[in-house]
Each structure stands twice: as structure tokens, then as C-alpha cells.
């Protein structure tokens, strides 16, 4: 191998595209891009204006066969992502694949049984906000057991206002058949992500999804779930796309403290209430009625613009680019393991499935009744047309 991963990105449209400037940047020393793929003519004729040493491919079979690429980040719509991943592993190379893992978790499965047969390849996904420092440092705190056990997660995740104008653009978004879902696979796999990331994975889930709210569409904008563990902890997750400005707060409490991590607009805090003793401690030699129990407050902040650039969505993308050439070339860990991709979809198809038959879900629930219940939504909206 060269001093350098020679990357090959698999759809340049929004997001691709951005990856493929930063990358021909130079914003990861450690990657050289040497090839990009679009099916669309428009996207490719941009990426030979634009990107004049970059080979340009119109069908990803040929450049997942060319012996100059050593990884490729495949950032196609979303039901493509197992398909893609899949191919490219078996070709030899290693895979970043953009969020979510998928549509279905059947698909992902089957994509991790070839994953494991391609262990001396590395596959990471574009979880980009693992790397936001307030959400790794919520997740050490948790790790050094200083929050005790976790009693209960909230999320409210609001703020992912989309106009009717944003799904009048067509195409394969905000439709069963071409995206497999709303604001639950579009917007918040990350959340859904670092749900289960920082309070593991639920044993139940109870969904209440809410279609067209507002707005001339068939997959939902309107969510809440609630959620229960082993230990008998609980969570709630809200989302939706039509209110503003919308609120992004998350909470995490535990026996041993309280954190809770909001943004407003580019500003965006972490505050770590940990308590001195832990909450059953305290109320074992407890004798008063309403006590409070003392505790430390730290805050921790990325607000500046600056951060905001540095460390925000720009330069979450670039570290997982980073880490992942890192993890291929110096063996460093990963951020966000390819594998790990699935339990936020499990979560959404969960939370799909338990609305559809309105009743709370066990995991690991039925993936061909998922499946048989997502052609039916294919199939209304087809109807419709
Ligand atoms: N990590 C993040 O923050 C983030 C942000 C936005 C989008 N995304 C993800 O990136 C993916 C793409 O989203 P987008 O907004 O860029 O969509 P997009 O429609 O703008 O781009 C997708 C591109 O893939 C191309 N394409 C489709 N099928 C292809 C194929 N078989 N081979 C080659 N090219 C193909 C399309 O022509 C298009 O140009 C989605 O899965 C989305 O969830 C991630």
C-alpha cells in the first residue's frame, strides 16, 4: 500500500460531493481521492469540471474493480447502502458507508455476514457525530461508571425544520419506495445512533408515528417512541420536521448524576450535574422528606462560530474521514464500526412496526414482518400515484 489511502466516492450529489472537495483538499493528509461514480450525467459532468484529476465512473462495478482504489465511501440513497457496501467488500476495499445502514435490518444483517468473511477490510459508517466533543464526553462519563446506572434517556429533537418545498423536490426523498421513511431514516439516524450509543439497546419499544402532519407527504414528520431496558430504565424520543425553531435537548439521568446536552442555533452545551453520592446511596440514610442531594456542576461548551466550523458538522465529517484512513493505514480504532449501524435501525424499524400494529414491540422483533409491513406502505403510496 502507498503512504496514503487512495479513496473512490460512490454518489457525488449533496453529500458525496462535499466529501469529494474536502477530500481533494486535502483535509485529510492521509487521502488522496482518485475516483468518483454518479449515475446521473449532471453530477459527473460537475466532478469532471470540478475535480479535473479524478477519474469519473458512471457504474460503481467498474470502479469497485479498479486496482488504483483502496476504500470507498458510498454516499447513493439509502436502500443501496448493503448493496454497495456488500460488492465492495467482497472487491477488496475498504468501505465508509454514509448513514443510515440501511432501510431494513435484513439487509444489513446479510451485509455484516459478508463483513465478517472481509475482516482484513475495514468498514466504518458516517456516524460524524460520535465525534462532537460534548456526545464523546457524555459517552466517557457513562463508560467510567461515574453516572452509576442509567435510569432514564429523553431526547427531543425538533429542530430538523423541512418546508413542503424541501419534499417537492422529488426524486427518492420522502417516499416508502425511494427513501423507506421520513424524518426517522432521513434525518435522525444519528440521534437514534447516540440513543443507543450512550444508553444501550431497549428490549421494548413503543411508537407513535404520525404521517403527513402539515404537510402533502405520505412517510411520517411526527414522532415519538418510548423505550424500556433491562434494568428497568426507560427513554423517550420525540421528533418531528415541521415545528420551529424546534428544540434539541437531550437528557440522560443516572444514580450517579444528571447530563444534559442542548443546542441553540451554533451554540450548543453540555452540563454534567454529578451528584457527591449517588441517589440510592442517599436514600438509604436519607430521614428527611425533601431533601436535596449535593451535587457539582461542570459546564462544557463548543459555541464560538468558530468551533461551531472546527468541530461542528463540517469537521465532524472530516474526523470520521480521518479516523477511518487512520484505522486502515495505522490500525487506530474506529469511531463508528460498520457493525455498529444496525442498532439505530433497528430502533427506527421498531419504532415503524410498532405504529403500524399499534402495539409495543420486543427486540429483536420479526424482520420479515417489517419487510412484508414496508411493502404495504410501498404499495398504499404507489396506489396513490
Ligand atoms: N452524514 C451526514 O451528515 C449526511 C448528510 C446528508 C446525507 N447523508 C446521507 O448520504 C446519502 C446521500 O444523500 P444526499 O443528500 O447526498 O443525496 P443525493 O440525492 O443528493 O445524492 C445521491 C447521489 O447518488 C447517486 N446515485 C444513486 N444511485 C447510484 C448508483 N447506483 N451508483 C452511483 N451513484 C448513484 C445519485 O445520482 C445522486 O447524485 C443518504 O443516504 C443520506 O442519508 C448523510
Not at 427531543?156 to 421513511?181: L, S
Request: charged residues 25%.
Amino acid at each position: 500500500m502507498k503512504d496514503y489511502l487512495r479513496y473512490g466516492i460512490i454518489g457525488i450529489g449533496k453529500m458525496g460531493h462535499n466529501h469529494a472537495i474536502r477530500i481533494n483538499y486535502g483535509l485529510d493528509k492521509n487521502a488522496r481521492l482518485l475516483a468518483v461514480c454518479d449515475i446521473d450525467k449532471a453530477r459527473r459532468d460537475w466532478a469532471e469540471k470540478n475535480l479535473p484529476k479524478v477519474k469519473c465512473y458512471s457504474d460503481y462495478k467498474e470502479l469497485l474493480s479498479s486496482k488504483d482504489i483502496d476504500a470507498v465511501i458510498i454516499a447513493t440513497p439509502h436502500y443501496s447502502h448493503p448493496v454497495i457496501a456488500k460488492e465492495a467488500l467482497l472487491a477488496g476495499k475498504h468501505v465508509l458507508c454514509e448513514k443510515p445502514a440501511g432501510v431494513y435490518t435484513k439487509a444489513v444483517r446479510e451485509l455484516y455476514d459478508t463483513a465478517k468473511d472481509c475482516s482484513n477490510r475495514v468498514f466504518g459508517i458516517m456516524y460524524n457525530q460520535r465525534s462532537n466533543p460534548l456526545y464523546s464526553k457524555a459517552k466517557k462519563i457513562i463508560e467510567s461508571g461515574e453516572m452509576g446506572e442509567i435510569k432514564r434517556i429523553s431526547w427531543i429533537i425538533t429542530n430538523w425544520y423541512r418546508p413542503q418545498a424541501y419534499y417537492d423536490q422529488g426524486g427518492w426523498r420522502g417516499t416508502w419506495e425511494g427513501e423507506g421513511g421520513g424524518v426517522l431514516i432521513n434525518q435522525c439516524p444519528h440521534q437514534l445512533d447516540l440513543f443507543q450509543w450512550l444508553a444501550g439497546m431497549p428490549i421494548k419499544v413503543m411508537g407513535y408515528v404520525k404521517t403527513s402532519v402539515k404537510r402533502n407527504i405520505n412517510v411520517e414528520n411526527d414522532v415519538t417512541f418510548y423505550t424500556e431496558y433491562e434494568n428497568g430504565a426507560s427513554g423517550v424520543f420525540v421528533t418531528s420536521t415541521h415545528d420551529f425553531p424546534g428544540t434539541n435537548r437531550l437528557e440522560i439521568d443516572g444514580d450517579g448524576g444528571q447530563i444534559v446536552i442542548e443546542q441553540h442555533a451554533l451554540s450548543e452545551k453540555m452540563t454534567y450535574y454529578k451528584l457527591k453520592i449517588k441517589e440510592t446511596e442517599f436514600n438509604k440514610n436519607n430521614k428527611k422528606f425533601m431533601p436535596r442531594i449535593p451535587y457539582k456542576k461542570k459546564t462544557y461548551k463548543t459555541s464560538t462560530l468558530q468551533n461551531a466550523f472546527a468541530l461542528g458538522i463540517i469537521g465532524q465529517h472530516m474526523n470520521i474521514i480521518r479516523n477511518f484512513s487512520k484505522a486502515v493505514m495505522k490500525g487506530e480504532k474506529l469511531i463508528a464500526p460498520g457493525t455498529d449501524g444496525i442498532n439505530g435501525l433497528t430502533l427506527s424499524n421498531a419504532v415503524y412496526l410498532s405504529s403500524w400494529l399499534n402495539k409495543e414491540i420486543d427486540l429483536p422483533f420479526d424482520e420479515a414482518l417489517f419487510i412484508e409491513q414496508l411493502n404495504k406502505k410501498i404499495a398504499e403510496e404507489k396506489a396513490k400515484q
